[in-house]
């Protein structure tokens, strides 16, 4: 099971994003204590994202694969920096195993097996001279990996929207939701819409959850 730590999340985040939406209305004066959440909810209802982006939140995955990690990647308005095999030797290395290969008694055994044969071919290119960031070419998308991610909050909201989805994979998508509990944690209000199912792994948007 992959490791989602918050590292990081703008101070404030809701008041600021009020602060900025505020701006575009000029309506400073109706702000006062506690009315960032019901300004938020109006944002949200009428779709008015874009003041989302002035807060950012970064997290950290420890124990994801290469697999989950070339899928999160191309959301390109997220910056990221990730643990490099060009220099990180991956002897010893671990990996995630599908659960419906590991349920699966003979699928499970012969990708073990392969798992084990990589690691000692890997192994023995270095022994030969190779280098790891030639070496690596052996490795499999099976191998975990840690990645520091950053986005703002509208971003977030998008990831979100697609990889909590019953059709994302099931990877990812369980790290999202990890990440979405966080952000539900620390700015309640930004994810409020956002409702998850505990039981199907999954979390669609909800806009009922916004309403007056």
Not at 71 to 98: K, M, T
Not at 158 to 173: G, L, M, N, S, T
Request: charge should be negative; aromatic fraction near 8%.
């Amino acid at each position: 099971m992959a490791e989602v730590e918050l590292l990081a999340i703008t101070p404030d985040a809701e008041n600021l994003i009020e602060l900025a939406g505020r701006t575009c209305y000029l309506s400073h004066d109706r702000s006062q204590p506690g009315s960032e959440q019901r300004f938020i909810r109006m944002l949200l209802r009428h779709g008015h994202l874009s003041v989302l982006e002035h807060a950012y939140a970064t997290f950290r995955v420890k124990g994801g694969s290469r697999s989950f990690t070339h899928q999160i990647v191309r959301h390109r308005l997220a910056s990221f920096s990730q643990q490099s095999q060009r220099y990180v030797s991956e002897r010893g290395f671990d990996y995630v195993e599908p659960p419906a290969i590991e349920a699966n008694p003979v699928a499970h055994r012969r990708f073990t097996e392969t798992m084990e044969e990589i690691r000692k071919t890997y192994q023995e290119l270095q022994e030969l001279g190779i280098t790891k960031q030639d070496a690596r070419f052996v490795l499999p998308n099976a191998v975990v990996s840690e990645i520091v991610i950053s986005a703002n909050l509208r971003e977030w909201r998008h990831i979100f929207d697609v990889r909590c989805q019953p059709q994302a994979q099931w990877e990812i998508r369980t790290i999202c939701i990890e990440m979405l509990k966080l952000l539900q944690k620390a700015v309640p209000t930004v994810f409020s819409d956002f409702v998850i199912d505990e039981d199907k792994n999954v979390a669609t948007i909800d806009v009922s959850m916004v309403s007056e």
